[in-house]
């Protein structure tokens, strides 16, 4: 039983503990859960705020309902004040001591949440706003300047207000706002003050801090100071110089008016830029206003009021003279310095001739008056004074005076101090510089006093005595001056001299000898110089004399005329009246004619450039006369007609002249000959000579003789009758010179070599009779004439042509014509009727004998003609032999003429046509020439006639569409029956004929050649050149 109560009470027990467990549990839920809620901390406006800014902290319990509670704060773990609220919130003003981490807790009854998680708050200082002044201070009034508000923020997008002195500044005309920068234009004075800049924005923060006041320095704008004063006098120097009240060590430049115009320096070049401006005060500047700036980058100052600068004129100073100028030996001389100038206590200079002058026993000066005693010459000269004080103005300018001194009397005596028995003389006293002086002169004659006729008193009144000469009155004379109570030195003596002689003066003639018509004689009366001056009078032997008077010395006589010449003589005369001399002995003057020169030229008036030619003088005289000789040319080919360039007597004279490069050079020739070696086109001129007597008396000039100088000679030639013979006929060939036929011997040429026997034709022909067939070739010749030679070039080449007269070979062109266009075909064969096999196509071109290119056989083809196909074309044997030549003209123009390639028979029609290159066919009109000349002008292109020996010549034709070249027809008269005729003939009448003469020929042929190949010899013609 106790066991089931022990049992039943211990599971009792057993319950009560596990409920009151449970109700512990419980309770431990319920207080667990309430301790694990956690505020949260929101900021506003954000966890980062500016000073100043308002922030709100609030206390967010969520979950919890309407339960009272109250919230406690700490910041960085420390209590914040209030230490507990009702409300969530904690507002409060930022400071920057507010920066920390934030933390809440909610509080009721006796339990609390959590404390929140912390909440950073930062709390940062306002964009701070700085302000910078440009230009630096202090700036100056009329400057521009720019205030710039920096604000020290990445952020963007602000406002500006500027304040000034604390008050807010409103935009207007001169003070405008540019984003960041106030600019205040041309500052002045009310300007300066505290600037300070405050920066707006929408966003936060919302302004920057107003920053600290800048103080704006506005200085006044310069002054111009001047030294010595404003007032100045004409030569002081001026300094103006620009006052700036500079603060620092601000640069300037400075800019300097004069009238409002700026000023330069010296040379004009740039303006005066430095604070000090000097220069040299005139008269002429006075009035001038000067102003001055500061400069200094991109910025000025206001100009300085300006400053007027007052020149004055130094005090003038003039210097009189007592007695007036000039003054005379001897006298005392007062020269008295007068200032004009109100200015007193001056002390006086004096300088003569630029030469301070120093007091002396002579020299003494009594405050403004300079004495000179006992004048002498030496004190004449330029005499200057001037006034030095010890204030300004500290001197005057200096005045100036001639002081003429004038030296004792002079005596001068008319008309010579030598003068002859019967002559009138005048002495005159002749006192320097006296002008209108009223003088009395006195006389001595060797120191006594000349008195008048009546010896009642001396010569007192005029300057001038004069009396009949006689030797009684030889002696010295003497003058002086007189007026009031002073006189002048007596001059110094003049001894006059009476001869008892009459005189006769001397004639002479220049020149001596003979006169040549054309010239002048100049005859001379001589007189002894030591007589003084005299008068001419001149006389020729005719039947009254005197008509023949003329007063002059010396007299010209041109002598125009052989009547010219005869006695003359002369006497002398002076004086009024008149004292003449004796008449001089007689003079014969002989005239002759004047020759005249003649200039002869070797070897002809007609040169080429590189010969030498020799002009020589001639005169014909039958006197001994030794003759200079002086050339003259008018050139006619004058392109270096003003070069200074001249030869020396010798070079142009010997062989020189080649370098002469002036016309007249040859005028300095004195030789007979002028030779001139090596000619050029300037030597071209009118030559002309004349003679020249040592007594300067000249020949009549020559008449002029033409020297033509050309380019270097050319020979040419020419053969006649044609340059195309047949075996046995005679021709010529004839060497010219163009422009030239005097004095040419000729050389001959064949294929290049010279002929040995060519000196046989020196007369310029070269006749071949009978012609024969090694004459056949290519002929050149050369003429050559003077001493050294002068060569030609040599000729052009002439092909001539000796066909044997028992050819049958025949030279076919296709197309048959002698002109061919460029371009085009030619095809040539030689055709044999007994064997073509043995005949090649030759030609000469270009000074070359060569095969055609393309040869096959006896057939040549040239499948694209160019000009330098152009030549002559024939065959030739194995063994030599040429035959059937043919002239062959190939053009690149448009037109040729189509001419037969054969001698025309003397009757026979010849048709020409004028081809063009586009269609190879007939052009419609066409003029034909004939040497040069026009003979037809045909519609139809082409042109025939009946030809004579008269119609042989160059032709050619002329279009529209250009000119042909020149083809020669050669025209054979009819009696010319060629051998080829002949056989012709034969072939058509009978075979078995020809066959017959054929074989009499060869046996003929073959008997001759073995007797006298030679017989065929070179004849020569002769012609005078």
């Not at 979950?63 to 773990?77: A, K, L, N, P, V």
């Not at 007068?338 to 206590?345: L, T």
């Not at 060497?735 to 020196?762: M, P, Q, Y």
């Not at 032999?881 to 002239?887: C, F, L, T, V």
Request: hydrophobic share 30%; proline share 3%; net charge negative.
């Amino acid at each position: 039983m106790c066991q089931c109560v022990v049992y039943i009470v211990l599971n009792e027990w057993k319950s009560f503990i596990s409920v009151f467990l449970l109700l512990l549990v419980l309770m431990s839920l319920v207080h667990s859960g309430l301790s694990q809620v956690k505020p949260v901390v929101t900021v506003t406006p954000d966890q980062r705020v500016f000073r100043g800014e308002r922030v709100t902290l609030t206390c967010d319990i969520q979950g919890e309902g309407d339960i009272q509670w109250r919230y406690s704060w700490t910041r960085d773990g420390d209590t914040v004040y209030p230490y507990t609220t009702a409300k969530a919130e904690f507002s409060f003003t930022a400071g920057v001591s507010s920066s920390g981490e934030y933390r809440c807790r909610g509080e009721r009854s006796d339990t609390h949440t959590d404390v929140s998680d912390a909440v950073t708050l930062t709390v940062s200082a306002l964009p701070a706003s700085t302000v910078t002044v440009t230009p630096d201070n202090p700036v100056f009034t009329g400057e521009t300047v720019d205030l710039k508000c920096v604000i020290n923020s990445d952020h963007s997008d602000w406002r500006y207000e500027w304040y000034k002195d604390s008050v807010k500044l409103q935009t207007s005309g001169r003070y405008t706002v540019n984003t960041d920068t106030l600019s205040i234009v041309k500052v002045i004075t009310s300007d300066q003050g505290w600037y300070r800049c405050k920066g707006h924005i929408d966003g936060r923060p919302k302004s920057s801090t107003s920053g600290s006041f800048v103080h704006l320095s506005v200085k006044g704008k310069p002054a111009v100071k001047v030294k010595p004063d404003q007032r100045v006098f004409s030569g002081e120097r001026v300094t103006l110089t620009c006052d700036i009240q500079r603060e620092g060590d601000i640069q300037w430049r400075y800019s300097w008016t004069r009238d409002g115009h700026t000023l330069y320096n010296t040379d004009n070049q740039y303006p005066y830029t430095t604070a000090e401006f000097s220069f040299t005060a005139d008269v002429s500047r006075s009035g001038d206003e000067y102003r001055c700036r500061g400069e200094r980058s991109d910025t000025h100052t206001d100009f300085s009021d300006a400053v007027t600068l007052t020149v004055s004129a130094l005090p003038t100073s003039t210097v009189t003279v007592t007695p007036a100028s000039p003054v005379f030996t001897g006298e005392t001389v007062d020269l008295k310095c007068v200032i004009n100038s109100d200015h007193s206590n001056w002390r006086y200079e004096w300088i003569k001739d630029s030469v301070k002058l120093q007091t002396s026993e002579r020299y003494t000066v009594n405050t403004d008056t300079l004495s000179i005693r006992g004048v002498t010459e030496s004190d004449q000269g330029q005499y200057w004074c001037k006034g030095q004080r010890d204030i300004r103005p500290n001197s005057s300018t200096s005045g100036s005076v001639s002081l003429s001194v004038k030296g004792k009397p002079v005596v001068t005596v008319k008309p010579d101090q030598r003068v002859f028995r019967g002559e009138r003389v005048t002495l005159t006293c002749v006192i320097q510089g006296g002008g209108d002086i009223q003088w009395r002169h006195s006389w001595t004659r060797d120191g006594h006093t000349l008195y008048n006729t009546g010896y009642q008193y001396p010569y007192t009144i005029t300057a001038e005595i004069s009396f009949t000469a006689d030797v009684s009155l030889s002696g010295e004379y003497r003058c002086r001056g007189e007026r009031s109570d002073t006189h002048t030195d007596f001059s110094d003596a003049v001894t006059l001299t009476v001869s008892d002689l009459q005189p006769k003066p001397e004639l002479t003639s220049d020149p001596a000898g003979a006169a040549l018509t054309g010239h002048t004689v100049t005859l001379s009366c001589h007189m002894d110089p030591s007589t003084g001056h005299w008068d001419s009078y001149w006389y020729k032997h005719t039947l009254n004399p005197e008509t023949e008077k003329k007063k002059t010395n010396p007299y010209s006589l041109k002598i125009d005329s052989v009547s010219d010449g005869g006695q003359y003589w002369c006497r002398a005369g002076r004086g009024k009246p008149v004292y003449y001399t004796q008449y001089s002995d007689a003079l014969w003057v002989n005239v002759t004619e004047s020759p005249k020169a003649v200039v002869t030229v070797r070897p002809d008036e007609r040169m080429f450039r590189g010969e030498t030619v020799s002009l020589r003088c001639d005169i014909k005289w039958a006197g001994d006369t030794e003759w200079t000789y002086r050339w003259e040319i008018n050139g006619t080919n004058n392109w270096d007609r003003n070069s200074a360039n001249r030869c020396t007597d010798q070079d142009c004279c010997t062989g020189g002249a080649n370098k002469q490069k002036h016309g007249n050079a040859v005028s300095l020739c004195s030789t007979q000959e002028l030779n001139i070696s090596n000619v050029k086109y300037f030597h071209s001129g009118n030559y002309r000579c004349r003679g020249e007597r040592s007594d300067s008396q000249k020949s009549n000039i020559s008449d002029a003789v033409t020297l033509t100088v050309s380019a270097e000679a050319q020979a040419s030639v020419r053969v006649s009758p044609q340059p195309w013979l047949t075996e046995g006929e005679s021709g010529t060939l004839i060497c010219e010179v163009s422009g030239s036929s005097t004095g040419w011997t000729f050389s001959w040429f064949r294929d290049h070599d010279h002929l040995s026997d060519s000196s046989r034709g020196a007369g310029g022909s070269y006749t071949l009779s009978p012609a024969a067939l090694q004459h056949t070739g290519v002929y050149t010749c050369r003429a050559e004439r003077g001493r050294p030679a002068y060569y030609t070039h040599n000729s052009s080449a002439h092909t001539l042509w000796i066909t044997g007269v028992s050819s049958s070979v025949s030279l076919v062109l296709k197309p048959s014509r002698s002109q061919h266009f460029s371009s085009d075909s030619l095809s040539l064969s030689c055709e044999d009727p007994s064997n073509s096999a043995g005949w090649t196509v030759r030609r000469y071109t270009d000074k070359h004998t060569h095969t055609c290119a393309k040869q096959t056989g006896s057939s040549c083809v040239i499948d694209s003609l160019s000009t330098s196909d152009t030549g002559v074309y024939w065959c030739e044997s194995e063994s030599g032999e040429k035959r059937r030549p043919r002239n062959i003209t190939v053009h690149d123009g448009e037109v040729i003429l189509e001419s037969s390639v054969d001698p025309v028979i003397e009757g026979e029609t010849l048709t020409l046509h004028c081809l063009h290159r586009s269609t190879n066919s007939t052009i419609l009109s066409a003029d034909f020439y004939k040497d040069g000349s026009l003979i037809q002008n045909q519609t139809t292109g082409e042109m025939s006639i009946t030809v004579s020996k008269s119609h042989e010549g160059f032709y050619y034709c002329k279009t529209e569409r250009g000119q042909s070249l020149h083809s020669w027809i050669s025209v054979r008269v009819s009696g010319q029956i060629s051998v080829f005729h002949i056989l012709s003939f034969l072939v058509a009448a009978s075979p078995y004929l020809l066959a017959t003469v054929v074989l009499l020929y060869k046996c003929y042929r073959a008997r001759v050649s073995s007797e006298d190949q030679s017989q065929y010899a070179v004849t020569e013609e002769e012609t005078s050149i």
